[in-house]
């Protein structure tokens, strides 16, 4: 029996031959013949849906490197300034009176705060009426109650024959309403014709929040069959008024007014929020949360080794079983290895000791395993106690190595050369050496890193085609020749960030292009893969069209075959 076993290219995945037989004339299995003569007619195609196989998966690994690549990215962009890292707590000696909380970068200290006053909403109440059903407008035509709310004037229409409940209701449901909310209050039977009583509330606390029935434009007024919610009908039963409160001691003789008890403008970057006066000054600290800054920096430990980690998968190399991984050798993964490796390595951008305590990871306790034969060869150690020690005694100078801005300090002791800005994204963080000429109370020239710098008035600026570029430093006309050090600061996690952005480039990152690059090649074996399909489908119609010729000669033999031997027969058998 034929072996039936045969691949895609022969059974007819891409094509099915217009005519088919078994070789029933001949005895033959043609079918199976033709189909074995196109596998091995179709070892191209083989070769090219492998080779396309090996270009998807590079293209899956490089995809999924720069997802990963992504997520590091995500937790470099959330502390790559001070106000995102440096992370704040804040604790408050009287948790009932006050409660606070800090953001992030917010100032360190401790401050004393006397609350006077709560700020607080208005409040009228209306003098009472028996029933909430009871008519307040009996007059047969419409009325009107208006009311001024913190200095703006609104009228109410009142129907006729609408009772206490459908004038709360107009009140709330008026467009005009600025603020006031209306409610019916039942005090019990015990407070007998007066048991329901309509209650106004300010929306707002403050002082400016006041409630108010302008009499002029009320006519729901106690004449012609309405009754009277005039404003000598309402009790003031709580007055708007501003939160008052001391910090520090200050104002000694007077009060610090906000009209809310949610104060965001009084600490720089602190809430307040005020829940009770107090008789004593509540302490309020704020210190740095350093449990808070050491998660951060372990989440971009790690992404970093999610990141190191997948890359020595993809390149690695065993030599027992000789097996290479899948970009063993890519230019592109060393591009994002090195580059990755030499931010997190290196001394921070524009940093130098002294005057700052820290220069690089290894000083807060992260160092490279450099062990190449640990499973952890490449990745970054964290040494947890030494990154904690380093956050308890200098919090802000670390802080500062992860999270500083493009920060621009000068080195000039004598104050002759100044820090002024920077270009953000164009000017490059560094060290640079600033020389000025001063002549006669004029800058007549100087350099930043060697290069001529642009001048104006009292203003060195760098030159475009150099990393100083955008890089302004005031210099004091004081006359002879001045040299100095200005150094623009640029935190670990923002380098890391930029040389992620670099690398995730849609215009001109690496693995991007690569992929693209990838995609090309794979277009162009998609394309030989159809040429080389129609070959096939053309052989095997060749090969089909011509065995059934040979089974239609083969089966002409056999009946020619037959009638010889039908007629030897006949001659035999007269014979006998």
Do not use: C
Request: overall charge negative; proline content about 5%; hydrophobic content about 40%.
């Amino acid at each position: 029996m034929a072996d039936t076993t045969v691949t895609a290219f022969t059974t007819g995945l891409f094509y099915q031959p217009a005519i088919t037989f078994t070789g029933l004339g001949s005895g033959i299995d043609s079918q199976t013949m033709i189909n074995r003569l196109v596998e091995v007619e179709g070892r191209q195609l083989r070769r090219f849906s492998a080779w396309k196989e090996e270009w998807l998966a590079k293209i899956e690994a490089l995809s999924a490197l720069q997802e990963k690549l992504r997520a590091f990215r995500t937790v470099a962009a959330g502390m790559d300034s001070p106000g995102e890292f440096q992370v704040r707590q804040v604790s408050v000696s009287a948790p009932g009176v006050l409660q606070a909380s800090a953001a992030p970068g917010a100032a360190l200290g401790t401050h004393q705060l006397l609350i006077q006053q709560l700020a607080q909403n208005e409040v009228e109440v209306h003098q009472g009426l028996p029933g909430a059903d009871t008519v307040v407008n009996g007059s047969g035509s419409p009325r009107t109650l208006a009311l001024t709310y913190a200095g703006t004037t609104f009228t109410v229409t009142v129907p006729a024959g609408a009772t206490l409940t459908d004038l709360a209701a107009a009140i709330n449901a008026s467009s005009a309403n600025p603020g006031v909310k209306a409610l019916v209050l039942d005090l019990g039977p015990a407070a007998g014709e007066t048991r329901f009583r309509l209650m106004l509330q300010g929306r707002d606390t403050g002082a400016a929040s006041t409630i108010a029935v302008d009499d002029a434009l009320t006519t729901l007024n106690g004449a012609d069959g309405t009754l009277d919610f005039t404003a000598a009908a309402f009790t003031e039963t709580q007055s708007a008024a501003n939160a008052q409160l001391r910090l520090n001691g200050y104002p000694p003789e007077g009060w610090i007014e906000r009209p809310a008890n949610l104060i965001t403008d009084l600490i720089p970057g602190v809430s307040l929020t005020l829940t009770a006066v107090s008789a004593t000054p509540v302490t309020l600290t704020v210190a740095p949360d350093t449990a808070a800054m050491q998660e951060k920096i372990t989440t971009l430990v790690e992404k970093y080794n999610e990141v190191a980690a997948y890359i020595r998968e993809l390149t690695r190399f065993d030599p027992v079983s000789k097996k290479a991984g899948l970009l063993l050798g890519n230019y592109v993964v060393q591009i994002v290895k090195s580059g990755l490796t030499q931010a997190a390595t290196g001394n921070a951008p524009g940093f130098a000791s002294p005057p700052d305590r820290f220069l690089n990871l290894a000083q807060v306790g992260i160092t490279t395993d450099a062990d190449p034969a640990s499973p952890t060869f490449g990745q970054l150690k964290l040494d947890e106690a030494a990154l904690s020690l380093a956050l308890r005694e200098q919090p802000e100078a670390v802080g500062e190595l992860f999270g500083a801005a493009l920060s621009g300090v000068s080195d000039d002791a004598t104050g002759t050369i100044s820090y002024i800005s920077a270009l953000p994204g164009i000017t490059r963080p560094g060290i640079y050496r600033v020389t000025a000429t001063v002549q006669g109370g004029i800058l007549t020239g100087g350099t930043i890193n060697g290069h001529p710098a642009l001048v104006s008035g009292d203003t060195l600026t760098g030159a475009a085609g150099y990393p100083e570029y955008g890089l302004a430093v005031r210099v004091a006309l004081t006359d002879g020749d001045h040299d100095g050090v200005v150094r623009l600061k640029s935190g670990l996690s923002r380098t890391l960030g930029d040389r992620l952005d670099g690398l995730l480039s849609l215009a001109t990152g690496p693995v991007h292009i690569l992929i693209k690059n990838y995609q090309d090649i794979i277009n162009g074996i998609d394309d030989k893969i159809e040429l080389e399909t129609r070959r096939l489908e053309a052989y095997r119609q060749r090969l089909t069209e011509q065995f059934a010729r040979l089974e239609a000669v083969l089966g002409q033999l056999n009946d020619q075959a037959n009638y010889l031997a039908g007629q030897i027969q006949k001659m035999n058998n007269t014979k006998s």
